[in-house]
C-alpha cells in the first residue's frame, strides 16, 4: 500500500525533462513567450500582437500566456518551475524595478515582487536587448568571447555579453545601444539625448524618414527598386556601422549581431552598409580587422528564448558548453526558428545547451 506523502515527505522527484520554463518578452506592441524543457527545446509559442495598452493590460496578457504554458506543460507531463521575462525598458541594477518603459507606458514600477505575487513561480526580469543577447549568443553555441547584439523594432536596444554574461553596468543600463549617439545634433531621442542610432533605425524612425506608415513598406518600397527607401536604409546601416566601430574600441567584440524582425526583413539593404561603414570608419586598424556584421538565428522569439535561458541556466552560474573558436557555423546565420514545422520542434535544441 503506498502512503499519501505526509507533511515531512521528502517533495516529488521531477524529472529533468519535466522541469519546464516559460520565457516571456514584453513589448509595447507584443507579447511573446515560449515554454521550454530541461533539455532547452522549445516545445509550446505564444505570440499576441497588440495584446493591450499600458503595463497593466501587458502583465494580465502574461498572466494568461503562463497559464497557458503550465497547461501545455502539465499535457506533457511536466509542470513550469520558473518564469524569465524581458522586458521593453530600463530597470535598476538589480533588476527587480521597472525605471521606465517609455513603450510601456510605465515608470517607477516594482516589477519583480508584483510578478512573483500573481504568478506564484519564481521570476527573473531582464531588458529585451540584453535576453535578446543573451539567446542568440547561446544559440551560437558560444560559452566565451565577446557578442555586441543589436535589437532593431519599435525602439533600438542591445547587449553585450562577456563571457557568457550579460554587461549590466552601474546602474543597470550597459548595452542600451540604439542610445549611442552616431551623429551631431539631430533630433531629440525618448532617451533625453539627441543624435541616438534609435532615431535613424528604429521602426519608427525608418517610417519617419521614408514617409511611410510602417517600415515594413519601407523595406517593400526597396524591393522595388525605391531610390528614395534604399537610400533611407543605407542611412540606418551605414549609422549601424558606425555604432559598430565605437563598440570595437569599447568591448572589441568576437563578432556583431542584428537581431530582430526588422533586422531579418532590411537585413539585405542593412548589412552591407554596416559592414562598409564599420571597414571605413573602424579605430584600431593597425591591430584588428574589423569583426563580422551577422543576422541573429533565433527570429522574432530572440527576447522570449533568451528570458527562458535566464532563469533554465542562469548566467551566473552557467556551466562551460563548448569550446573552441567565438564565431557562428558558416551559414547557419539568420535560422528562423519559428518556421520550422512542428514535426521538427523535436531538433529544435538550443545549441549552447547540450551538455
Ligand atoms: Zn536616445
Request: charged share 20%.
Amino acid at each position: 500500500m503506498v502512503e499519501p506523502p505526509g507533511p515531512g515527505a521528502a517533495p516529488r522527484r521531477v524529472p529533468a525533462l519535466a522541469r519546464m520554463v516559460v520565457g516571456a518578452d514584453l513589448g509595447g506592441t507584443k507579447l511573446a513567450a515560449v515554454l521550454v524543457d530541461g533539455a532547452h527545446t522549445v516545445v509550446h509559442r505564444i505570440w499576441l500582437d497588440r495584446p493591450g495598452a499600458g503595463l497593466a493590460a501587458l502583465v494580465v496578457a502574461l498572466e494568461a500566456a503562463v497559464s497557458e504554458c503550465q497547461v501545455v506543460a502539465a499535457g506533457l507531463g511536466g509542470e513550469v518551475g520558473a518564469v524569465g521575462l524581458a522586458v521593453a525598458g530600463w530597470l535598476s541594477a538589480d533588476r527587480e524595478h521597472l525605471v521606465w518603459g517609455a513603450n510601456l507606458s510605465a515608470r517607477d514600477h516594482e516589477l519583480g515582487a508584483e510578478l512573483r505575487g500573481r504568478l506564484q513561480v519564481p521570476v527573473v526580469i531582464e531588458n529585451d536587448g540584453n535576453a535578446t543577447a543573451l539567446g542568440e549568443f547561446r544559440a551560437a553555441g558560444l560559452s566565451q568571447g565577446c557578442m555586441a547584439v543589436f535589437t532593431f523594432g519599435t525602439g533600438v536596444g542591445g547587449g553585450v555579453i562577456v563571457d557568457g554574461r550579460p554587461l549590466i553596468g552601474a546602474r543597470g543600463l550597459a548595452g542600451e545601444l540604439g542610445h549611442m549617439p552616431v551623429t551631431d545634433g539631430g533630433g531629440p531621442c525618448v532617451c533625453g539625448g539627441r543624435g541616438c542610432l534609435e532615431l535613424f533605425t528604429s521602426g519608427p524612425g525608418l517610417a519617419r524618414a521614408g514617409g511611410t506608415s510602417s517600415s515594413f513598406e519601407v523595406v517593400a518600397a526597396a524591393r522595388a527598386g525605391d531610390a528614395g527607401a534604399l537610400g533611407v536604409l543605407s542611412t540606418a546601416g551605414k549609422a549601424i556601422g558606425r555604432a559598430a566601430a565605437v563598440l570595437v574600441a569599447v568591448v572589441d567584440p568576437d563578432i556583431v549581431v542584428l537581431a530582430g524582425s526588422l533586422a531579418h526583413a532590411a537585413g539585405e539593404y542593412l548589412l552591407p552598409a554596416a559592414r562598409s561603414a564599420l571597414a571605413e570608419e573602424r579605430p584600431l586598424r593597425a591591430v584588428r580587422l574589423p569583426p563580422p556584421i551577422e543576422l541573429g538565428r533565433l527570429g522574432r522569439d530572440a527576447g522570449a528564448i533568451g528570458a527562458a535561458e535566464l532563469v533554465l541556466d542562469p548566467p551566473a552560474s552557467a556551466s562551460v558548453r563548448r569550446s573552441g573558436h567565438p564565431r557562428p557555423a558558416p551559414g547557419a546565420q539568420g535560422r528562423a526558428i519559428e518556421h520550422m514545422s512542428p514535426e521538427h520542434r523535436g531538433a529544435e535544441h538550443m545549441p549552447g545547451g547540450t551538455r
